[in-house]
Nanobody
Framework: QVQLVESGGGLVQPGGSLRLSCAAS????????MNWHRQAPGKQRELVAT???????NYADSVKGRFTISRDNAKNTVYLQMNSLKPEDTAVYYC???????????????????WGQGTLVTVSS
């Protein structure tokens, strides 16, 4: 069983900062992409930031210059540092990962796309 567990959400005032974490656990052989998505009330889920195992990153235009995605590959963990938060950043933030999971057969793996349960970020005064 492979799972992602997010933490770090909460209530913050406009202009404030939060750091989200997402840790992958289970029978993991390797992880390629680890991304952050968000879904605001009444809106579709949108991609916020992406990261590769090699260190490449990309951001949605709405968060460029304010958010930073980073990874600790040794800990199978991805972070999202969010600065200069705005009320429109209010959403449930989801972690997503592309994982090669080990199986009971040596040398055989399963390719999985795994989502976390989400963590709520509320930006309000």
């Amino acid at each position: 069983q492979v799972q992602l567990v997010e933490s770090g959400g909460g209530l913050v005032q406009p202009g404030g900062s939060l750091r989200l974490s997402c840790a992958a656990s289970g029978s993991i052989f390797s992880i390629s992409g680890m991304n952050w998505h968000r879904q605001a009330p009444g809106k579709q889920r949108e991609l916020v930031a992406t990261s590769t195992s090699g260190g490449s990153t990309n951001y949605a235009d709405s968060v460029k210059g304010r958010f930073t995605i980073s990874r600790d590959n040794a800990k199978n963990t991805v972070y999202l540092q969010m600065n200069s938060l705005k009320p429109e950043d209010t959403a449930v933030y989801y972690c997503y990962a592309e994982i090669m999971a080990s199986t009971s057969t040596p040398g055989r793996y399963r390719a999985l796309e795994v989502w976390g349960q989400g963590t709520l970020v509320t930006v309000s005064s």
